[in-house]
């Protein structure tokens, strides 16, 4: 750990500058381990640990950041010294007296992933990846990738406060390539989380690689999908990319802020069905999205965004709070100390409703149920979106009836929140490193089964 001594040091000279309104230092340790495997052979195995820290001063709504990767006492002051230079020099001074908050939420990890073999880890990937291959004639290409990251934080501010967590990412990732012909598909499947290596007891490995080939193998014989306006079922096993991207974005501050949201100034308005409850939560053990303190020291917290269809909060960092005259909401999240905090989402899901999910599809004769999303892209001013399915299939009488490739759905983010009409039982996450201002942070989303009734899919005509 940076000695406490040196942080409040750097922040007291850093303090001298004049109108100076917040400052704070994140120093960060980390270390990682990824390996890649690929037709058989490790294509890649890197290890690294990097280690620095970040100075900001807020002033007058704007910020200036300085970062170095030297934890000295010279590198400190030297970043202290700078950005004073910058905002001038002031005449009062600050003595101030760390005090070490105590987190408002706690996980546990039970295996430390530095703690497992090198060998073990590449052991593993390798029977993954020969279970998808083997799973099919038709399977072409597997890639599996192991990643484990474990980063300590130390967050220091003005306000008086000295926050510290520690952070351990474990995920892995497998995509087949299957070939009928001219026919090519793909099948993806990713695990996990805040974990150690115990994710892979809930998870293992083996299995997440024969989900992605059954996928892949399917979707060679699944027909084009039809395009055209029809009610549209997602499943809780799609995860919360729509929740995420279609609505999670404008309710950040700092887009809300600059009139790039469509929920700019809807705050207390309906914006959504009354079954409708939107949260980002960052204090769900395990999850992706998930800490003790953000990058900012706030603690981690549960932020009600939308309840009974009405607009009842955004997320914040600490600069946008000072700007709307609020209270940062746990949302000041950063890729690592070379970058400056920003508004980002955590764990942001569709709250679970009362309608068993099954009872969701009996009710749909026809239509489009999607078991697994893709990619997509959202106009956060508008709200208008475009996403790939990834495994959909048509509905029948009000069941899951022959699968179905190529299909697209395309609407309006608050349109749809509006137009849901049924609202499932139960909840699945997704997970993934969401980028914004060229900065990545690991993301869970989720939701419910849900049911669109009208729907644009874009397919065979």
């Given at each position: ?50 280690s620095g820290a ?213 705050l207390g308005q ?191 005509s």
């Open positions: 750990m940076t000695d406490t001594g040196l942080m409040k040091e750097t922040l007291e000279a850093l303090l001298t500058a004049r109108g100076i309104d917040y400052a704070d230092i994140y120093v960060e340790t980390s270390r990682s381990t990824s390996i890649q495997i690929e037709d058989s052979k490790v294509e890649k195995l890197l290890e690294g640990t990097d970040g100075l900001r001063l807020i002033r007058e709504g704007k910020t200036s950041y300085a970062y170095t990767n030297e934890l000295t006492k010279k590198a400190f002051l030297q970043m202290a010294s700078g950005l004073k230079a910058a905002a001038g020099e002031g005449n009062s001074s600050k003595d101030l007296d760390l005090t070490r908050r105590a987190p408002t939420s706690e996980y546990t990890i039970k295996t430390d992933p530095v703690l497992i073999p090198l060998g073990k880890k590449v052991s593993m990937l390798k029977e993954a990846e020969r279970a998808a291959r083997g799973y099919h004639s038709s399977i072409k290409q597997v890639s599996v990738t192991y990643r484990e990251t474990a980063q300590r934080v130390q967050i220091a501010s003005s306000e008086g406060f000295l926050a510290v967590d520690d952070r351990i990412q474990t995920i892995f990732l497998v995509n087949v390539i299957a070939r009928d012909g001219e026919v090519v598909q793909t099948g993806y499947e990713p695990i996990g989380g805040a974990m150690g290596f115990e994710i892979f007891d809930e998870a293992p490995a083996v299995e997440a690689a024969l989900k992605a080939a059954k996928k892949a193998v399917m979707m060679l014989k699944a027909r084009r999908a039809p395009g055209g306006r029809m009610p549209v079922v997602i499943s809780s096993q799609a995860g919360g990319t729509m929740i995420h991207e279609a609505v999670g974005h404008g309710l950040e501050a700092d887009l809300s802020q600059q009139g790039l949201s469509i929920y700019s100034d809807k309906k914006i959504a069905a009354d079954i409708i409850c939107v949260v980002d939560d960052a204090t769900i053990p395990g999850k992706r999205g998930s800490f003790r303190f953000d990058d900012e020291g706030t603690p981690a917290r549960r932020n009600v965004l939308v309840k009974d269809g009405v607009l009842t909060g955004f997320m914040y960092d600490r600069l946008s709070a000072m700007k709307a005259g609020a209270s940062p909401t746990g949302n000041g999240r950063r890729q690592s100390y070379r970058y400056r905090p920003i508004p980002r989402m955590t764990n942001t899901m569709i709250s679970p409703g009362n309608t068993p999910a099954d009872e969701i599809l009996k009710n749909t004769p026809k239509g489009l149920f999607v078991k697994k999303m893709g990619g997509g892209q959202v106009n956060t001013l508008t709200g208008d979106f475009v996403f790939d399915v990834q495994e959909g299939y048509l509905i029948e009488n009000g069941q899951a009836g022959p699968p179905v490739r190529g299909a697209t759905l395309a609407g309006n983010g608050p349109r749809v929140l509006m137009d849901i009409d049924m609202v499932g039982a139960d909840l699945g996450f997704s997970i993934g490193t969401c980028g914004k201002d060229s900065q990545g942070v690991p993301v869970s989303d989720a939701q419910p089964t849900i049911r669109v009734p009208e729907l644009v899919v874009g397919g065979e």
